[in-house]
């Protein structure tokens, strides 16, 4: 039996990231191609207790206030992830025939995506993230798919921040944001395979607010002339008003820091005040 010989993580996970062990196991049911699968579950619950999910949305979130990026992953994470990646990359080619009947390919390859996301190689992640749906299946945990699903609108929502420092048309960033297949629907689709209470719901909330701001930023900088009021746009703000009111919702044991945090979102956004949430 293959197993997993990265450090155990001190400190206690904040990926909700519940024991898949037994659920794994009877998909899996023991074989050494199962081995690897859980094996990189494992991997990917200790970076969870080395760093907070939030650690996927550090940089863009950063990038939407000005702010300068955050570090990369520690060392310790860093393994963890890069553990995730040998374990899948072990599996041999026969193997996937194997997943695919127990319907586990999908959370492999999703498995894959995030760890290659969180340690900066994306062309990789977009590759692996291409092969979890071609599958056709989804990954086992709620989380995952929540994270595997807004991979692609966080690249999204970095594109529309090159296409204004870019100068690009207006029409180019209302695709990226608010098109069909844009930003602001792909992070809402994210957020459905989550509880309300769920600890990611805050960084999806975030990353939405981040793609509205920066739409919001797109249409002050051009002329008047192209920024009349629609009623896509208007649309737009009152759902953005109902994010951040979501976002005063949460639940919070610092409830200081957390109203600093709405406030902050706020002005950022230019979305006044909102209703009470008491």
Not at 42 to 55: F, N
Not at 75 to 96: D, G, K, M, S, T
Not at 109 to 121: D, E, N, P, Y
Not at 241 to 267: C, G, K, N, Y
């Amino acid at each position: 039996m293959t197993t997993d010989h990265t450090p155990p993580a001190r400190g206690t996970s904040r990926l909700a990231i519940t024991s898949l062990t037994a659920l794994l196991a009877l998909v899996l049911g023991g074989c050494a191609t199962g081995d690897f699968v859980r094996a990189a579950h494992v991997s990917l619950d200790r970076a969870a207790r080395v760093e907070p999910t939030s650690a996927f949305f550090g940089p863009i979130l950063a990038r939407a206030k000005g702010e300068p990026a955050p570090p990369p992953p520690s060392w310790q994470a860093r393994q963890h992830y890069l553990a995730v990646v040998f374990n899948l990359e072990r599996l041999p080619p026969e193997a996937e025939n194997t997943l695919r009947r127990n319907g586990t390919l999908g959370d492999a390859f999703v498995l894959k995506t995030l760890a290659q996301w969180r340690i900066g190689r994306i062309d990789d992640a977009r590759a692996s993230a291409l092969r979890a749906r071609a599958s056709g299946q989804e990954a086992i945990d709620a989380q995952h798919r929540a994270l595997f699903r807004a991979f692609e609108g966080v690249l999204k929502l970095h594109a529309a921040y090159d296409a204004v420092a870019e100068g690009k048309p207006l029409q180019d960033v209302e695709t990226i944001v608010s098109g069909e297949n844009g930003v602001w629907r792909i992070l809402a689709s994210a957020r459905t395979e989550l509880t309300r209470g769920d600890p990611l719901q805050r960084e999806l909330i975030l990353a939405r607010l981040a793609a509205f701001k920066v739409l919001r930023d797109a249409r002050r900088s051009r002329p008047e002339s192209e920024t009349t009021s629609s009623e896509d746009w208007r649309r737009l703000q009152a759902e953005a008003r109902i994010e951040l009111a979501d976002l005063a919702a949460l639940p919070t044991d610092r409830p200081t820091s957390h109203a600093a945090v709405v406030r902050q979102w706020e002005a950022l956004c230019g979305l006044g005040s909102i209703p009470s949430t008491s």
